[in-house]
Structures are given as C-alpha cells and as structure tokens.
C-alpha cells in the first residue's frame, strides 16, 4: 500500500496555522485516494505516546517536556524516530527548521519531501543565534531532503540558487471559496456586515501591524477595523506600539480559530489588508481571496504573484492610509477587486488542484507511475 508519514505540523485536525490547515486537507485526501496516512500530532507537558484514528487518517500524538523551541526541536527528533521505524514509502516534512533531522531519512534510504516554506531566518522577531539556526537548516534541507516544495516562485527561485533548482517543485497552498455565510455570527464580535475593514495576522513587525493600524487610525473612517491575533500588553513591546497606535475605531478580537467564523468574517468584509513582508504564499491572503474580499496588500514579489493585478498595494504607512482613502470611497473598485481576488484564486489556488499536484510528487519518489503516466 502506499503510506506517508507527515511530519512537521503541530497536528490535526487543524486550529492553528496555514500548514495544519493544509496537513489536514492533504491527509483527508490522500486517505480518500488509498494511501495509510499518518499524522504527527505535538502534545505539550508530559504523557505516552498514544494513537487513535481520525477520518481514517493515523494521528500519532506525541509529547514534549521541554516548551518553546526547544519542545519544538524534541519533538521533531521524536517524530523521525518513529517515522523511520515506520517505514512508509515517503516522508514529508512541514518546514526546515529541524531539517538536520532529514540526515536520518538519508542514511536509512527513506524516501523524504521537505516543504521550504518561507526564509523563516529573514524574520527579525527571531534572535541573531535563532537566525543562524534557521539559516543552516535551510542549506541542511536543501541538500538532506530528495525532493523540495517551494509555495511561490520566488522561493522556488531561491532554492535554485542554492544549486538544488532539479530537486525543486512550485505547488502553492489552497483554500476553500466562502461564497455564503451568516451575517449574525458577526453580533458576537459587535460587527455588522459591511461596516469593517479586516487585518489577520500574527502581531510580528514583517506583517506590517503597526504600519496599517496607524494608517487607519489617522483619521475617522466612519467603519471599523476588526484586527484578529492574541495581543498581550504584559509581554511585547511591539503589541504595547500597536494597540497605543489604534483608534477608538479599531477592534482588536483575539484569536479566532473557528472556520466558520472565519469565514463570516472574511466574506462581510469591506475590505482586507496584508502585511506580510516575509514568506511564499500566505494562507490568510488566499482566504480572504477566496472569500472575495478587496486586498490591499504590501508591496513586495510574494504579495504581487498571489494577490495579482487586481489589489491594492502600499509600501509604508502614507501609502496604506491613502490605499485605504480610495477603497472605502470607491463602492465599484471594491466590487472590482472583489471579483479580481475571486478570480485569481480560482485559477491557482484551489485545494483539489493543489492536492493533486501534491499527490503526483508523492508517487515520483515512491517510485511509482503518476496518475497521468498511467491513463497514458
């Protein structure tokens, strides 16, 4: 039978970022089309390892004494552990941070895909010795992993530069299309349809945060703007700047991880802003596309590719404050991008041809015929 392990993830089924959403996606699928899938889950504190069955899918949970990056880093080792004594036909590895642990796979002869992700060692939230850490497991990863997936051309372009450009594939994330939702689910955050602007985004200077609540707050805007994210005065300095930046009008909710909330939130908004400056693909972006939302978006190649030429860009703060003059002002440019952000996703971003793609990689280095080879 073919088999994979997924490794990489704090678990399924998904309630925190884009690559549990996507190790989910991809988990269900495969399952569906015949393959024993199994997921590593991260259980904090102490505990035994345990399995169960979710939608036919493995979840091995296993657990970590040590917290922060150091229980990432145990874990990780763990999860290699009991994937090469698993033995199943192909690997695949959610992020490079602990890419060194792909030297395993290697000298057992396992088959092992590692996802790039983003340049996780650009990011200046992380300390100088984090950085290098990140640094040398991507040059790790690049040459330890069979094969590498790249989310956007621009990171695939990076990795060849690194002189791997043959291991390398282009497979962006997807997202479900919202394409209805309750407006009453809004009441409970004390927004109406209509009548807001969202931001989701995790509360780090590279997503721009301070820049955009600044610009909205610059002046009255006559709407809300419903900020998503856990913010804690009581730690980071960076959450003190911005929320001393924001407006009677901004609205800072907290985490939200219901999906279908979500979704209603995305789909009766007015318009959404990205400040992501680091990284591929962005799940967040892709949700609010595919929820038809008008996006305005920093300026930078990975925003460009994913958003296209319908969005809205800006490059500092006066640009966003003016960006966000024109779309509330503007009913048809909004209805416009709106439609562009719709259409762009549906053209690139949906989960079946992601997963797709996905699955055809997945047979290359089990050494078996893609669907397409074999129909031929």
């Known amino acids: 039978m073919r088999s994979i392990s997924i490794l990489g993830t704090r678990g399924v089924p998904a309630r925190y970022g884009g690559f549990e959403t996507f190790a989910e996606a991809l988990a269900l699928y495969l399952e569906g089309r015949g393959w024993r899938v199994t997921v590593y889950c991260h259980d904090e504190g102490g505990g035994r390892r345990r399995q169960e069955i979710w939608h036919g899918v493995e979840l091995v949970h296993l657990p970590s004494r040590l917290r922060g990056a150091a229980g990432t880093v145990e874990f990780d080792l763990k999860c290699t552990w009991d994937a090469l004594r698993r033995g199943n036909c192909v690997n695949l590895v959610l992020g ?46 690049c040459w ?17 530069s690194r002189g791997v450009g043959k291991k390398v594939t282009m497979i962006p994330y997807g997202s479900e299309p919202v394409r209805s939702a309750d407006p009453a689910l809004l009441g409970q955050f004390g927004l109406s349809a ?22 909205f707050s610059a ?9 998503l994210g856990a913010y804690d005065r009581q730690v980071y300095q960076y959450h003190d700047q911005v929320m001393d930046a924001a407006s ?47 996006v305005l978006a920093h300026d930078n190649a990975f925003n460009r590719w994913v958003a296209g030429d319908g969005a809205l860009f800006f490059s500092n703060e006066a640009e966003c404050a003016a960006g966000l003059d024109t779309l509330l002002a503007d009913t048809a440019l ?37 669907a397409d080879a074999t129909r031929r």
């Open 248 to 294: 009677q009008e901004v609205m800072f909710l907290g985490p939200v991880y219901d999906r279908t909330l979500l979704g209603a939130l995305r789909f009766h908004a007015l318009a959404y802003c990205h400040g992501h400056r680091v990284g591929g693909t962005n799940p967040s972006l892709l949700e609010a596309m595919g929820a038809g939302n008008a």
């Open 144 to 160: 330890l992993g069979n094969r590498l997936v790249a989310d956007h051309p621009e990171i695939a372009r990076h990795l060849a």
């Open 219 to 227: 002046r009255p805007r006559g709407v809300k703007l419903a900020v």
């Open 334 to 370: 909004r209805a416009r991008a709106g439609e562009a952000s719709r259409a762009r996703h549906a053209a690139m971003f949906t989960w079946p041809e992601v997963l797709e793609s996905y699955e055809r990689l997945l047979l290359e280095c089990c050494g078996a015929k893609s």
């Open 194 to 215: 209509g009548g807001y602007v969202l931001l989701v985004a995790r509360a780090e200077p590279e997503n721009s945060i301070l820049e955009i609540v600044s610009a």
């Open 96 to 141: 490079y941070n602990t890419a060194v642990f792909s030297l395993f796979y290697r000298l057992a002869g396992q088959c092992n895909i590692i996802n790039m992700d983003g340049l996780e060692w650009r990011r200046s939230k992380w300390s100088r010795p984090v950085r290098g850490w990140f640094y040398v497991n991507e040059w790790l990863g």
